[in-house]
């Protein structure tokens, strides 16, 4: 990607959002002739303007390898996979992206810092950190870069995909004490800060949120919200192209197993489509039945 479509792109988000560059500077801390610059299409953003501007702009779709910045591509790359690691709660798979993200890293940098400090700390779970220690620690690391919000307060603010990510390890650990009320009241604010600030990341975390909301709310015999909760999980997952090429791939497999003449795997498959689509159906129907 040219500098000059880059600067388009950024000018286009910045100017949905009704703001000045002036504004935007000093958001990301920079001088308003550098977003100025940036958008008329004079220069690229240096790597730590760029991390910025991802973190405001999240919907703002400029991977670092387009603005030929190898060093953007790479942290952006380390970033995302140990957020995907820290997710999985897989320890294994964590302390391996844990080792590239620290090759790549700026270690004065302080949500850098916030990364790689949750995801070592996620790991030292499976060695015997209590959830008390557990719950300390996520605040001292939140709070390298500010204060814990209020959980009223969540929902308006803009929070770094790191901050949103130890907010939620902040909130299981809750749950695994057993105070399911606090690990609720967290995670709906956590959700609706995800509709507020409507971007790629924050639709995606709507689905992993509303998962372990409908856990709480199984654990507290709130059947009802469990159903809302899976109803919204099955309608996005109905209406993603993710259930279209599940649907492609299965009838693809029925076919094969057809025709290598394999009626009990094509019969498993076929049953398994039919009883899917009935599921939905049903819980579809029960949604609107609701409404």
Same mark, same amino acid.
């Given at each position: 990607m040219n500098k000059i479509i880059l600067g388009f792109q950024l000018a286009y988000h910045r100017k949905l959002r009704n703001w000045?560059?002036? #504004? @935007? =500077? &000093?958001?990301v801390e920079c001088a308003s002739c550098t977003i100025s610059r940036i958008e008329r299409g004079k220069q690229y953003p240096r790597v730590e303007l760029y991390e910025k501007l991802c973190n405001v702009f999240? *919907?703002?779709v400029v991977d670092g390898a387009d603005v030929f910045m190898d060093d953007v591509s790479k942290l952006q790359t380390a970033?995302? *996979?140990?957020?995907?690691?820290?997710h999985s709660g897989c320890h294994e798979k964590i302390e391996r /992206?844990?080792? #590239?993200?620290? =090759? /790549?890293?700026d270690s004065e940098n302080i949500e850098h810092q916030q990364y790689n400090l949750i995801a070592a700390l996620v790991c030292l779970r499976e060695k015997g950190v209590t959830i008390k220690e557990f719950k300390e620690k996520c605040v001292r690391i939140f &709070?390298? !870069? !500010? !204060? /814990?919000p209020k959980v009223e307060d969540i929902p308006k603010l803009r929070l770094s995909r790191i901050e #949103?990510?130890? @907010?939620?390890q902040y909130a299981w650990a809750y749950f695994e004490e057993g105070y399911f009320n606090e690990a609720e009241a967290i995670l709906k604010a956590l959700l609706k800060n995800c509709f507020t600030f409507n971007n790629l990341f924050n639709r995606k975390r709507c689905i992993s949120l509303s998962t372990n909301i409908a856990k709480i709310s199984y654990c507290k015999k709130n059947f009802e919200a469990v159903h809302e909760c899976v109803g919204f999980l099955i309608y996005n997952f109905v209406n993603s192209n993710d259930a279209k090429n599940i649907r492609d791939c299965l009838e693809l497999l029925e076919k094969i197993y057809i025709e290598e003449g394999n009626e009990e795997a094509a019969e498993i498959v076929r049953s398994f489509r039919d009883s899917s689509a009935r599921m939905i159906n049903y819980l579809q129907y029960r949604m609107n039945a609701n409404k």
């Open positions: 000045s560059q002036e #504004h @935007l =500077a &000093e958001i999240n *919907d703002w970033k995302t *996979d140990l957020l995907i690691a820290i /992206v844990l080792n #590239h993200f620290g =090759a /790549v890293m &709070e390298r !870069r !500010r !204060r /814990v #949103h990510m130890i @907010l939620c």
